[in-house]
């Protein structure tokens, strides 16, 4: 079993920042990719940015420049860093993990899910 927690998430004004950052426990050695998602009410979740084992990172492609992705090893923990927050970015954000080699961009292809995170940006 694996066990995800989200973290960080938090309200900011617009062109702040946040570090949300993402726990990994239980049985993590299989574990190949991690990513971040985002989800607003009433709709899928959003893929956003992804580990890859090798540690090479990939973002969906809207989400280049503002968006960082990290991951610790040592500490099982994915870090997204989210930089010039803007209303748009009001979103529940989720991390993901799965066993296969390769990370894909929608989230059926993800088993694992933590609780989420809230980000709220006040204009």
């Known amino acids: 079993q694996v066990h995800l927690v989200e973290s960080g998430g938090g309200s900011v004004q617009t062109g702040g920042s946040l570090r949300l950052s993402c726990a990994a426990s239980?049985?993590?050695?299989?574990?190949?990719?991690m990513g971040w998602f985002r989800q607003s009410p009433g709709e899928q979740r959003e893929g956003i940015a992804f580990?890859?084992?090798?540690?090479?990172?990939s973002y969906a492609s809207p989400r280049k420049g503002r968006f960082t992705i990290s991951k610790d090893s040592s500490k099982n923990t994915l870090v997204l860093e989210i930089d010039n927050l803007n209303p748009e970015d009001n979103d529940m954000y989720y991390c993901?993990?799965?066993?296969?080699?390769?990370?894909?961009?929608?989230?059926?292809?993800?088993?694992?899910w933590g609780q989420g995170t809230q980000v709220t940006v006040s204009s």
């Open positions: 239980g049985d993590t050695v299989s574990l190949s990719c």
């Open positions: 993901a993990a799965r066993r296969e080699t390769y990370c894909v961009q929608w989230d059926g292809g993800y088993p694992f």
């Open positions: 580990v890859e084992p090798d540690g090479a990172t």
